[in-house]
């Protein structure tokens, strides 16, 4: 594997080091992370975007996206955490986007709408979706979209194509832990959005999401491991990190009767074209 350059496209890299959502990273813990990533480095993982869910989370992206090289960050309030006073935040978001002249800062998210616990959210979730859209839009960054609901319920999914829908073609982006329907998935990738795909391709009761890859073109799908949250299935229980993201290419792979050097190449490829980064001058 070592030889072939992979992109986690969505992982929490503060979050891998602990179970907080709520405090900044010291140095000491940055240091820590930098030690990590270097050594998923060596073994074939050239890339991370790690990804904010909240004003905190968000700035911890952003410092791990300056201190360590072929790390990049988003910036975005996730739609379970939207809460009243949540046009602070996205203030606050714009003030990272104008400060961001190394353009370390690769997209906005995860943004979306999650009616999986609360529907009640739904009104509050769609206006903090659209004022995230324009702040991406105001500043050319990609979208990463967190979509979540009741396996085989596209409810999540319409209310955001309906919103989607209302910008035209500006937009570009990914559906993140992409887990709709195979119509929903030909309805985004027809828009020229990605999938992204995570270890849960390998969990038995979804062979309805392997369908999905079979039926989706490689140049429509990236890689991503949302660690440390779903992790594959032999390390159920486990602490997810972005060395399963190999692991998932090969389950693509498979599925696709491709090689796994093909999937490597371009998925890789399709994450430097979504989040527009060099991975060879990080």
Known sequence: MESFKFIDTHCH???????NFDDLLTQR???????????????GISDFVSVG???????????LAHAIPGVWATIGLHPTDVHDDWRSDVNEFKKMLAADDRRKIVAVGEIGIDLFRDASLLSKQQDLLKAQIELALEYNRSI???IRDHIGVDRSAQHTLEIIDLY???IRGVIHCFQQSLDMAQEFVNRGFYLGIDAPIDYP???????????????SLVLETDAPFLPPQKLRGQKNTSLAIPYIA???ALLKNCSIEEVARVTTENAISLFGIDVATN
Do not use: Y
């Open 144 to 146: 990463v979209f967190h």
């Open 29 to 43: 813990e940055i240091a820590q992370i930098s030690e990590t990533v270097l050594q998923m480095q060596r073994l």
């Open 168 to 170: 035209g073609k500006q």
């Open 53 to 63: 869910t909240n004003l905190v989370v968000s700035k911890n992206s952003v410092s």
């Open 13 to 19: 890299l503060d979050v891998v080091l602990r179970m």
């Open 250 to 252: 090969e389950q693509i």
């Open 205 to 219: 009761k979804n062979e309805w999401l392997r369908d999905v890859v079979r039926k989706i073109p490689l140049r």
